[in-house]
């Protein structure tokens, strides 16, 4: 008599024959081009979204993720491959689920795990023997133990026997052409090495390379230090450039030169500040965590503090160089180019634009923007309209926020009266009425 397959046995073998049924929940900057590569790789993959309007358009195979290609996605949604839906009930069906949900900060600058909690409870009512869950939102070290384990188990199945779950750090980098979902390493832990294994073998189908570890919490961590590495040591090119600035020497020169070292030297650059979902936040949810057991985390709290005060040293570099041609910020107009976070992306979540123009205006300038991926911007409780960056010849004073690469800088230099350019984009241009950082 044929003996039954364990649920492992059983999962693992729908994996390697790709008759798994996959599933994404939260479908935004991480998880549409992960609901892709899910179907790429041969899975039936099912999207779970809260938002009306992106199921509609996925249906529709209208791509609102620049880095997700339309065609593959109506090709995809054509076949059936990749459907959505706004029905959780669908969670029943599947057998491996990724979650993407957002994991912002409160108001108070604490962890919000409201959505990876809301997503634990979605779950559990259609947990079965047989299925993965594998959470991919950056949080603190214990998130999946501490609260996706207890829902999950609340079930009276047990995870390692019953289920598997693991986390899996997103890495992706939103708008990079040479690095996607696909083709950066995969980094996965499980709760126990089961859950690792099996994890792993998914992964394996859908990515170039898994890098399994020993547990979630090192999983959680390694998403951590990326982050905070990249937070501190943007925090240090800032200060860096406020010492040049007060030295007189061009920062830009200094980081290009140092980066000629072959070894022990990575450029970072200063700028505005940080913004995206990801680099002035993730570091928090660190320090917050090791707060609660006692240990401050200082390099984070005194980046955080540096990159935090950029904006405002970017609007005294405008006071300045007004007022080196008898103006006042107030009364003038200011033009703002680019306001995503960062360069060749239409994000603007935590952009330092939005401070630099809070301020300005706070300052009585009349402020105007131009973004040929931002049409429009939430501010406040206003909606601003981008104008013409040809607009930008009328203004007193251009501040260069974010450089997109489509954005002609020759005809800028050539018509703006004042520029100044927190990005070294204008580096092939020197003339008076030109500033950096
Ligand atoms: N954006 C990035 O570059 C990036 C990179 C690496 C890691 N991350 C991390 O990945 C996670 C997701 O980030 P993102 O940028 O994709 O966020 P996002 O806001 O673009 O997308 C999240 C989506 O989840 C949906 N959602 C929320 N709760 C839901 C629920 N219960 N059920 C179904 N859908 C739900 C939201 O409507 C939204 O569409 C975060 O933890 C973030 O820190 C982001």
Not at 74 to 84: F, G, I
Not at 300 to 327: C, F, H, T
Request: glycine residues 6%; hydrophobic residues 45%.
């Amino acid at each position: 008599m044929l003996e039954r397959e364990t649920p492992r046995q059983e999962l693992s073998r729908k994996i390697q024959e790709k008759t798994a049924r996959t599933a994404v929940v939260g479908l935004g900057y991480v998880g549409l081009p992960l609901l892709i590569e899910f179907a790429r790789a041969g899975f039936q993959a099912t999207g779970i979204e809260k938002d009306p309007e992106k199921v509609d358009r996925i249906r529709r195979a209208d791509s609102y993720i620049p880095d997700v290609d339309a065609p593959l996605l109506a090709e995809l949604v054509a076949s059936k491959r990749v459907q959505a839906t706004l029905d959780e009930s669908a969670l029943a069906d599947c057998d491996a689920v990724s979650i993407c949900v957002p994991t912002p900060l409160r108001k108070t600058r604490d962890p919000d795990l409201s959505f990876v909690v809301a997503a634990a409870e979605a779950m559990a009512p259609h947990m079965r023997p047989g299925m993965l869950v594998i959470l991919e939102s950056t949080t603190y070290p214990g998130t999946t133990e501490e609260v996706i384990l207890p829902a999950l188990e609340g079930t009276g199945l047990r995870a390692g026997k019953d289920f598997f779950l693991c986390f899996s750090p997103e890495r992706v980098d939103p708008g990079n052409a040479s690095f996607t979902t696909r083709n950066i390493p995969k980094v996965i832990g499980g709760v126990t090495p089961a859950c690792t294994e099996v994890g792993s073998l998914f992964y394996q189908q859908v990515m170039e390379r898994v890098v399994p570890v020993s547990s979630t919490r090192v999983a959680e961590m390694v998403k951590l230090l990326e982050n905070t590495f990249r937070m501190i040591n943007i925090g240090l090119a800032n200060e860096m450039a406020l010492m040049c600035n007060q030295m007189n020497i061009n920062v830009w020169e200094v980081i290009d030169a140092a980066a000629t070292k072959p070894f022990g030297f990575m450029p970072f650059y200063p700028g505005p500040g940080l913004g995206g979902h990801c680099i002035p936040v993730d570091p928090l949810y660190l320090s917050w965590k090791t707060k609660q057991a006692g240990h401050q985390a200082r390099f984070i709290d005194l980046a955080a503090e540096i990159n935090g005060a950029m904006p405002r040293y970017v609007v005294q570099k405008v006071q300045q160089a007004l007022n080196d041609r008898s103006m006042a910020v107030k009364g003038s107009r200011i033009h703002i180019v680019g306001v995503a976070y960062k360069r060749d992306v239409s994000d603007v979540r935590e952009s330092p634009a939005l401070d630099v123009i809070g301020l300005l205006e706070g300052m009585g300038a009349v402020v105007s923007y131009s973004d040929p991926l931002v049409p429009r911007l939430q501010f406040e409780s206003r909606v601003l309209e981008a104008v013409p960056i040809e607009d930008a010849a009328a203004a007193d004073c251009v501040v260069l926020i974010t450089d997109h690469s489509s954005v002609d800088y020759k005809a800028l230099v050539d018509r703006a009266p004042l520029i100044l350019d927190t990005r070294n984009r204008l580096r092939d241009y020197s003339a008076p009425h030109i500033l950096r950082l």
